[in-house]
């Protein structure tokens, strides 16, 4: 195992770069452009190309991907830092080309994509001219993919879905989905769905209504997470992404690089949360003292500062594991862990940032409310927290065998036995001059 806490000079200079560019250029959009997704929109249509063609120029685009599909196949850790940045500001990965769901979406396309898929659906999605969406939870469940029931059915070189779709994101902007529906109902629950590309232009897609997130505007329809009807929707059989009955092994391959992105961001906002918690700390009076100097301000400042940290280095082990053993089984237990970590982190820092703010912070003024909110979405999509920890408890007992005597193998009297055991000679010598 080796260890490295220092950023390579070459990269800090481009690390520097990013700094200022997310700062001056990209943060002062999130108060102009209403959402980076909508390409119909003429602000951002304005705005946000020519910001991309910087990133590119400065070769900095799109750096999840690998050579092969244009990126520079930065290893994660790099991605970690850079990301980071990103988080600060809502528009940023859209001008680094790195966005959710489409980060995801593209590395399915890759991965299983055919070459006619590639060419229609990924390349301009790489290229950022179009959007996507993934249209995976049911109202009726979306932790427990089993129980989805959206279907589709083979009729000549077509297949007919059916069914209805919740939270899909973005749907309103992308011009395909990419959806997991059941195809092979006697199969094992593992192998029943199968993943299909849908312009999102196909008869029969309908959406119902576009949900929003509780802090956002229902009157001005803001809302962006599709809950989605496909009412007798054909796609041609080559539109079908990955193997026939093997929609979960594709889900995985996407959800693994999903997480890791989310949370290096998150860590990135999460430091700009306490940013402003330290600032309000040091400047704001109360009975003739700075909050600062409060001592359960200082222990709020102290617990917030340590979880944060925490939470980085965990981000950036997890990191290096990837980089390290290029196998996202194997680092299962570290993303679970990371993506479980996440939210908590995130909560509690926003609540204490809100608390420190008083009436301000509970306002419409500062973002804390909204924070908070983002905290609960950093623990549902991708998976619940729930689950996450089961699967960081399975497989780090994974690593343990069972002792088959009624009393553990570190219980105190064995270990002092055979310490005296192992001993046996010098403690009998001594014993003997005494
Ligand atoms: C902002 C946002 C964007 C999203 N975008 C998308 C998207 O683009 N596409 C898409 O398909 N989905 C999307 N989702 C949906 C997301 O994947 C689901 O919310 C998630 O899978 C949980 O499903 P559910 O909401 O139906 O909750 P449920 O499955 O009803 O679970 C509810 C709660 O039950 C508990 N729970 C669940 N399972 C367990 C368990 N095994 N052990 C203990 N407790 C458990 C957890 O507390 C969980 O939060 C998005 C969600 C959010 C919040």
Request: charged share 25%.
């Amino acid at each position: 195992m080796g260890w490295d806490f220092e950023t390579d000079q070459e990269f800090q200079k481009e690390l520097d770069w990013i700094e200022n560019f997310v700062r001056e250029e990209i943060e002062p959009l999130d108060f102009i452009v209403k959402n980076p997704f909508d390409l119909t929109d003429p602000i951002r249509q304005e705005i946000i190309p020519p910001l991309q063609r910087q990133v590119q120029e400065r070769g900095l685009w799109a750096c999840h991907l690998g050579p092969e599909l244009g990126g520079l196949g930065y290893g994660q850790v790099k991605l970690a830092l850079m990301n980071e940045i990103l988080g600060r500001a809502r528009s940023a990965s859209t001008i680094f080309g790195c966005q959710a769901p489409d980060t995801g979406n593209s590395e399915i396309l890759a991965h299983y994509g055919t070459e006619q898929q590639k060419e229609k659906f990924l390349e301009p999605l790489l290229r950022n001219e179009i959007v996507s969406c993934y249209s995976m939870t049911e109202p009726q469940g979306g932790a427990d993919p089993k129980v989805f029931t959206a279907n589709a059915v083979q009729d000549g070189d077509e297949w007919v879905i059916n069914g209805d779709k919740w939270f899909s994101s973005h749907a309103r902007f992308a011009s395909f989905l990419i959806v997991m529906v059941v195809t092979e109902p006697d199969n094992p629950a593992y192998q029943q769905q199968s993943m299909f590309l849908v312009p999102t232009d196909t008869p029969g897609v309908e959406i119902l209504r576009n949900v929003g997130l509780s802090y956002e505007s229902e009157s001005e329809d803001t809302g962006t997470h599709a809950y989605i009807r496909y009412n007798d929707v054909r796609v041609p059989k080559e539109n079908m992404l990955g193997p026939r009955g093997g929609a979960f092994i594709v889900a995985q391959t996407r959800l693994g690089g999903g997480r890791i992105h989310h949370a290096m961001r998150t860590s990135g906002r999460v430091q700009r949360i306490f940013d402003m918690m330290c600032e309000r700390a040091i400047s704001r009076t109360t009975q003739g003292e700075l909050l600062s100097k409060k001592q359960m301000v200082q222990e709020m400042i102290a617990d917030s500062w340590i979880e944060m940290e925490m939470f980085r280095l965990l981000v950036l082990r997890t990191a290096w594991r990837i980089d390290r053993y290029n196998d996202y089984k194997l680092v299962r237990r570290d993303i679970s862990a990371v993506k479980a970590a996440m939210p908590g982190v995130y909560r509690n820092i926003a609540s204490r940032a809100l608390q420190i703010h008083g009436s301000l912070g509970v306002s419409w003024e500062m973002p804390f409310g909204k924070e908070l909110l983002e905290s609960f979405h950093m623990g549902l999509a991708d998976g619940p927290t729930e689950v996450h920890k089961v699967q960081v408890a399975r497989r780090v007992l994974d690593e343990y065998v069972p002792c088959d005597d009624i009393f553990p193998s570190t219980h105190l009297p064995k270990r002092r036995a055979a310490a005296e055991a192992k001993y046996a000679d010098v403690l009998e010598r001594h014993l003997q001059t005494q």
